[in-house]
């Protein structure tokens, strides 16, 4: 039996990671679930898998999971520390599928003990990359990416020399403002912003697909994971969403990974990895879809693209800035305090306050590093807010 914890178990990707493993109950022993508010769907699904273990991110909530797990056998635990230690508890594969900078240090944890790591959660890679990296191959713990566009690049690169890859191509749906004309993006509501045309994600990624900070943070996951030049990453706008991501090698071939928009893909592929299995993913109809469409992006509909080359070109402690003033843009514009197109010039102020005179900040990238610097551009980016708002 494969041991299994899943980091962010109530949310999208965990729902769906739990979707495959509750298909084999025999082929997986659960050690770890973990959540935030949901406790009912935590308590739930940890009964059901059998987990050892069930832990919310909130303190106050400790009560409430633990009356809810009472009889089942299952333990309960809260706080981020308790997640941490979730995550050292020996397991073959994690699931790390927390949303934001909070899911950086289990995966940390996770890989230390030598897991396989399969990672959704791309903010690990955008804030502390060469940490993870170095982590996996310091504990001889392998790293699967599990975003829809990054485990395409991973399986077109099966059996290939990187050296032969001349570009790689993330694609976009464009979110739900594609063909919004730009005067109008400042009026976008919420709910608005809240709707994807092809994916049923969480909301916060949904919002971040709309103004491509999505987009902006996978462009820097893809350099960080497969460690190819900023240059060599394009991102092409493909309505349909189903090329995820195309390899260009060095012949002129062009390999592309096309699947149905469903993530239970991605999530299978890494936890049957090495190996392929079955998957209840639809079977794509081409005949019938008629046609793919695609067309450039564009740096002034979605400035978060031009932004993200701007933390590729800094490097160091860049993107854990971007990361954090992007985290708390989004909360302003969820919270009412900001209008759509005002998210990407938090950013971009944040990144300013941070790097004066074009500058970089030199520290190596450490837990505590990346945490203090996550921390001054979180309050740079409330100043930036509060500042439009007065
Ligand atoms: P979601 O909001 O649906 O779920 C987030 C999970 O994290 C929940 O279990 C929640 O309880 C937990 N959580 C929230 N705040 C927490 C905190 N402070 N500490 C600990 N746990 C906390 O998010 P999602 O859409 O499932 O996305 C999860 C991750 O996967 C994100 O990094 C996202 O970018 C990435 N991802 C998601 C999709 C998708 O289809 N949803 C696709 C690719 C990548
Ligand atoms: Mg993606």
């Given at each position: 039996?494969?041991?299994v914890?899943?980091?962010?178990?109530?949310g999208?990707?965990?729902?769906n990671?739990i979707?495959?493993?509750?298909?084999a109950p025999?082929?997986y022993?659960?050690v770890?679930?973990?959540?935030?508010?949901?406790?009912?769907?935590?308590?739930?699904?940890a009964?059901?898998?059998?987990?050892?273990l069930?832990?919310?991110?909130?303190?106050?909530?400790?009560?409430?999971l633990?009356?809810?797990?009472s009889?089942?056998?299952?333990e309960?635990?809260?706080?981020?520390?308790a997640?941490n230690?979730a995550?050292?508890?020996?397991?073959?594969?994690?699931?790390?599928?927390?949303i934001?900078?909070?899911?950086l240090a289990p995966?940390?944890e996770?890989?230390?003990?030598?897991?396989?790591?399969?990672?959704?959660?791309?903010?690990?890679?955008v804030?502390?990359g060469?940490?993870?990296?170095?982590?996996?191959m310091?504990?001889?713990?392998?790293?699967?990416?599990?975003?829809?566009?990054?485990?395409?690049v991973?399986?077109?690169?099966?059996?290939?020399?990187?050296s032969a890859?001349?570009r790689?191509?993330?694609?976009?749906?464009?979110?739900?403002?594609?063909?919004?004309?730009?005067?109008k993006?400042?009026?976008a509501?919420?709910e608005?912003?809240?709707s994807?045309?092809?994916?049923?994600m969480g909301?916060?990624?949904?919002?971040?697909?709309?103004s491509?900070?999505?987009?902006?943070?996978e462009?820097?996951e893809t350099?960080?994971?497969?460690?190819?030049?900023?240059?060599?990453i394009?991102?092409?706008?493909h309505?349909?969403?189903m090329?995820?991501?195309l390899?260009?090698?060095?012949d002129?071939?062009?390999?592309?990974?096309?699947?149905?928009?469903?993530?239970?893909?991605?999530?299978?592929?890494?936890?049957?990895?090495?190996?392929r299995?079955?998957?209840?993913?639809?079977?794509?109809?081409?005949?019938?879809?008629?046609?793919?469409?695609?067309?450039?992006?564009d740096?002034?509909?979605?400035p978060?693209l031009r932004?993200?080359?701007?933390?590729?070109?800094?490097g160091?402690?860049?993107?854990?800035?971007?990361?954090?003033?992007?985290e708390?843009a989004?909360?302003?514009?969820?919270g009412?305090k900001?209008?759509?197109?005002?998210?990407?010039?938090i950013?971009?102020d944040?990144?300013?306050?941070l790097?004066?005179d074009?500058?970089?900040?030199?520290?190596?990238?450490?837990?505590?590093?990346v945490?203090q610097?996550?921390h001054?551009?979180r309050q740079?980016a409330w100043a930036?807010?509060?500042?439009?708002a007065?």
């Open positions: 039996m494969k041991k914890s899943i980091f962010g178990a109530t999208s990707i965990g729902q990671t979707d495959l493993i509750a298909r025999d082929a022993d659960v770890a679930l973990t959540g935030a508010s949901n406790i009912a769907q935590l308590a739930e699904d009964q059901r898998l059998n987990a050892q069930a832990v919310t991110a909130h303190e106050h909530l400790l009560e409430d633990r009356d809810a797990l009889g089942t056998g299952v309960a635990a809260a706080g981020p520390q997640i230690e995550a050292a508890r020996p397991a073959d594969w994690v699931m790390s599928a927390i934001g900078a909070a899911g995966g940390v996770a890989l230390k003990q030598g897991a396989t790591l399969a990672l959704a959660n791309k903010e690990s890679l804030c502390a060469q940490l993870m990296l170095d982590t996996a310091a504990h001889g713990a392998t790293m699967l990416p599990v975003d829809s566009e990054h485990s395409a991973f399986q077109a690169l099966i059996g290939e020399d990187i890859v001349e790689i191509i993330i694609t976009a749906s464009g979110g739900a403002f594609r063909d919004w004309p730009l005067e993006l400042a009026d509501t919420l608005q912003a809240s994807h045309p092809n994916w049923d909301q916060r990624i949904t919002i971040d697909s709309a491509m900070f999505n987009k902006a943070m462009v820097i350099r960080e994971y497969f460690r190819v030049d900023p240059s060599q394009e991102v092409l706008v309505p349909q969403s090329i995820h991501a390899v260009g090698f060095n002129g071939a062009l390999m592309a990974h096309i699947g149905p928009p469903d993530m239970r893909h991605a999530i299978g592929f890494a936890l049957h990895h090495p190996n299995t079955h998957l209840p993913v639809e079977r794509l109809d081409l005949a019938k879809i008629g046609s793919f469409d695609f067309r450039a992006p740096d002034i509909r979605w978060a932004l993200a080359r701007e933390v590729m070109a800094r160091g402690m860049a993107g854990a800035v971007f990361n954090a003033a992007k708390v989004l909360d302003g514009f969820i009412g900001l209008r759509f197109p005002q998210m990407a010039e950013v971009e944040t990144m300013e306050a790097f004066p074009n500058g970089v900040i030199d520290a190596a990238i450490t837990l505590d590093n945490a610097v996550d001054l551009a740079a930036a807010i509060t500042k439009r007065g």
